[in-house]
């Protein structure tokens, strides 16, 4: 081995390039202690050693002293920041390290602090702040390496915070604002549908958030306890304002805010058969329709997976809601509904989905009471250029109304409906991908007035992880 040599570094700075720093022993040795005059780059190198060696205070002593003369020097404030955060002072590291993601001057620096700022937030338990600085260095990354790596760093504190909260905004034209019919009288009848009740078209925004907190309350079981909003509003086209109903965009405004509860459990070994997740959620709402209040309504679903093998699992849930209406207590429903649904992993990035629904919902009013039959289609396709991630949906759903009966024709609905989605993460700003939707619905009824046809173009944005 021979014999270890003690090292001291002693303090003031003497002349350009050229330092005597504070005492620091870099190693444990025998012999007397011996002071060593060292210039800038020797400094440095000595510096990243002690960090490396795991001597954080003699980096941080160091790396103070050089900074005394080049305050903004990248290579000195992120030792900073490493040694600030290895002696658990991570309020400091943050701090030091926003320092050098300002003082960097190419983007390999600048991923490297702001990933800095985001281990010393996740350190200290600023979880929302750690994963926005996850973001920032993902948008940054100089390689596909470095953005995996913080993708995998922000899905792990998503994972185990307990406080996670989603925002989202969509802006959509659509030829039916109001679900109004295609038909203005109903055959057979003197009826005329009114202004009111004909299609207004326009374009609407929709904005909400959820914010969800989860406790493990066992290794295998969690609970959720959220609160949800959203609303939209509209703007009327020109046409619709001709239309002459006197109605504007804030008559059909909505607004619903919920408390949401739920749990979810896994079963004791999950291997590639047998009964996997099960998750309960219930939920307590209040909706506005055009300002006014419209509903109090209360939710309980029941979801349990079965896993016929590692690409093929099923679904099957059950739920149950009552709806009281507070603008017409006669409207008011209780409903339930069994969902069967199959879902096959074709690869990494293709999925195929079809799902079958039964509802029945209960009501003094005769619109408001049917059961229904419904089957769904989706297939997230394989990505295409510039890797655009296509999702194709087809629906049908039949229903029927046995207590309406109009000019002698009993009501019956079926309703066709496609969409089709595009999901653009090359254009991702922060993580966040905008999405491209079409979709186009419609509703003939054996009763003409009922009849209805939407065609709708959305945008919003998803996380891509």
């Known amino acids: 081995m021979g014999n270890r040599k003690s090292v001291l570094i002693t303090a003031a700075v003497l002349s350009i390039g050229v330092f005597w720093l504070p005492p620091v022993v870099l190693a444990e040795t025998q012999g007397t202690n011996q002071a060593i005059k060292l210039d800038g780059k020797q400094a440095r190198r000595t510096a990243w050693r002690a960090l ?103 899905q792990f504190i998503q994972q185990h915070k307990p406080l996670a909260t989603r925002a989202f905004f969509n802006a959509f034209p659509t030829s039916n604002i109001n679900n109004g019919s295609v038909n203005s009288d109903i055959e057979g009848t003197d009826f005329s549908t009114p202004p009111s009740a004909r299609p207004h078209s326009g374009t609407g925004f929709t904005a909400g958030f959820e914010t969800t907190y989860s406790r493990r309350v066992s290794e295998r079981t969690q609970l959720r306890f959220g609160v949800f909003a959203l609303g939209t509003a509209y703007k009327l086209s020109t046409k619709a304002k001709a239309i002459g109903s006197g109605k504007t965009g804030a008559d059909f405004a909505f607004a619903t805010v919920e408390t949401r509860f739920g749990l979810t459990h896994l079963p004791a070994e999950f291997a590639q058969q047998g009964w996997g997740r099960l998750k309960l959620d219930a939920a307590l709402g209040y909706s506005l329709y055009g300002g006014d209040p419209l509903s109090v309504h209360y939710r309980l679903d029941a979801t349990k997976d079965y896993h016929f093998s590692r690409s093929l699992v099923g679904d099957f849930g059950v739920g149950v809601s009552v709806q009281n209406r507070l603008d017409s207590a006669n409207a008011s429903s209780k409903s339930g509904q069994i969902e069967i649904g199959l879902t096959r992993k074709i690869s990494n990035t293709q999925r195929l989905r079809f799902g079958l629904t039964v509802q029945q919902s209960n009501s003094d009013s005769n619109l408001v009471q049917y059961s229904s039959l419904g089957a769904e289609l989706r297939y997230s396709l394989p990505a295409v250029g510039w890797d655009v991630r296509p999702t194709v949906k087809f629906a049908y759903q039949r229903k029927d109304f046995p207590n309406l009966s109009i000019g002698g024709i009993q009501r019956q609905d079926d309703q066709i409906s496609a969409s089709l989605s595009l999901f653009f993460p090359k254009a991702s700003y922060y993580g966040f991908a905008p999405n491209l939707n079409l979709s186009a619905n419609h509703n003939k009824s054996s009763v003409s007035i009922f009849s209805t046809r939407d065609l709708r173009i959305s945008l919003g944005f998803n996380s891509t992880f």
Request: charged share 20%; aromatic share 8%; no cysteine.
């Open 52 to 154: 490396h060696l795991g001597k954080p205070q003699v980096t941080l002593r160091i790396a103070s002293a050089l900074a005394q003369q080049t305050p903004d020097d990248f290579e000195l404030i992120f030792l900073q920041a490493q040694a600030l955060h290895a002696l658990g002072h991570n309020t400091a590291s943050a701090t030091a390290a926003r320092h050098a993601y300002r003082s960097a001057q190419n983007k390999e620096e600048r991923f490297d602090a702001a990933h800095m700022v985001a281990k010393a937030h996740f350190a200290k338990g600023a979880n929302t702040r750690a994963q926005f600085w996850l973001r920032r260095a993902t948008q940054i990354a100089p390689n596909e390496r470095a953005g995996q790596m913080t993708k995998r760093d922000f």
